[in-house]
């Protein structure tokens, strides 16, 4: 296992309580706590490491520290992250957990959206986006100028340095998560998250998806395939909002009508940088909105 240091944030020991189980944890495996609001504290865990994962994004924003709000923290954060990379001597590859919402195909003078979502595409942000919340008003923004940011130190080649971004599709599976709860939102009837189904779908022109097992392996292959830098979006579908809804009604004939509106958009899925380097996606859409309504219904939602 290339990966040995893992960092976690301070309260939340039990997520990690399950990497203490694996085989050789006690001899490989070395836990550090460390805040995105004081990112100086992950240089530690840096050091030594060939491939660092920079997963970690915060949704609120937390006061008392230098940073004026979430964008500011996690572009602040990126940048230190990169240059303890740089500075470490031995890390080959930054691989950084982005996201689609960095990629919308909206077109930046807001007449309308480009005919297909790739790496080519990047969020206007100063367009009004129709079932923004809170939360998705800080994480957007955050996203895309963290990504974008990394992305210009990589044109610098500190070092050797490669640096990898890969921009999630709506992470669904087996695992309770919120994200899971935004897929299987047209059952449960929570409209709060429904609106960030809608969000994504107006923001891209549909929703893309990916299984939570294919982003893992997506992750890895990032890691592992030689020689590898640059952009890369990551969902096996993309579908539109009453599709999802559809999909579910053969289970919930009950569903609610106005779910299975069609709002979804003429954008196509554009995107196979990845699978041209040779990944392969295992799961398809009926297998990831099978899985979330599963996994819904033993976290007893459903």
């Not at 930054?94 to 480009?114: E, H, Q």
């Not at 008003?137 to 963290?146: D, L, R």
């Not at 799961?283 to 979330?292: A, R, T």
Request: net charge neutral; hydrophobic share 35%; charged share 20%.
């Amino acid at each position: 296992m290339f990966l040995q240091d893992i960092i976690f944030v301070k309260g939340e020991e039990s997520k990690v309580g399950l990497l203490k189980g694996f085989p050789g944890a006690e001899e490989r495996l070395h836990l550090f706590e460390a805040d995105i609001y004081k990112p100086q504290e992950f240089e530690k865990a840096i050091q030594g490491c060939v491939f660092v994962f920079h997963v970690a994004t915060p949704l609120f924003h937390t006061t008392g520290y230098k940073y004026n709000d979430v964008v500011e923290a996690t572009v602040g954060a990126a940048k230190t992250i990169t240059n303890a990379c740089i500075n470490s001597g031995t890390v080959k590859r930054l691989i950084y957990t982005s996201s689609v919402v960095a990629a919308s195909p909206l077109k930046y003078d807001g007449s309308g959206y480009k005919i297909t979502i790739d790496e080519s595409c990047w969020t206007p942000l100063h367009l009004s986006v129709p079932f923004a919340g809170d939360s998705v008003q800080n994480y957007t923004p955050a996203k895309t100028k963290s990504e974008q940011e990394l992305l210009k130190i990589l044109e610098q080649k500190p070092n050797g340095l490669e640096v990898v971004t890969l921009g999630l599709g709506l992470v669904g599976g087996g695992v309770p998560s919120t994200t899971t709860l935004v897929i299987v939102s047209p059952i449960t009837n929570n409209v709060i998250r429904y609106q960030e189904q809608r969000y994504l779908e107006a923001l891209l022109g549909k929703v893309p998806i990916i299984h939570i097992e294919d982003a893992c392996r997506a992750h890895i292959f990032c890691a592992e395939t030689p020689s590898l830098k640059g952009r890369f979006l990551c969902a096996s579908s993309f579908v539109s909002c009453a599709e999802i809804a559809k999909y579910y009604q053969k289970a919930y004939p009950q569903l609610n009508h106005e779910y299975l509106e069609e709002h979804g958009k003429e954008v196509k899925w554009g995107s196979r940088k990845l699978e041209d380097k040779g990944f392969s996606y295992k799961y398809s859409m009926e297998m990831i909105l099978d899985d979330c309504l599963e996994c819904a219904k033993r976290s007893g939602i459903v």
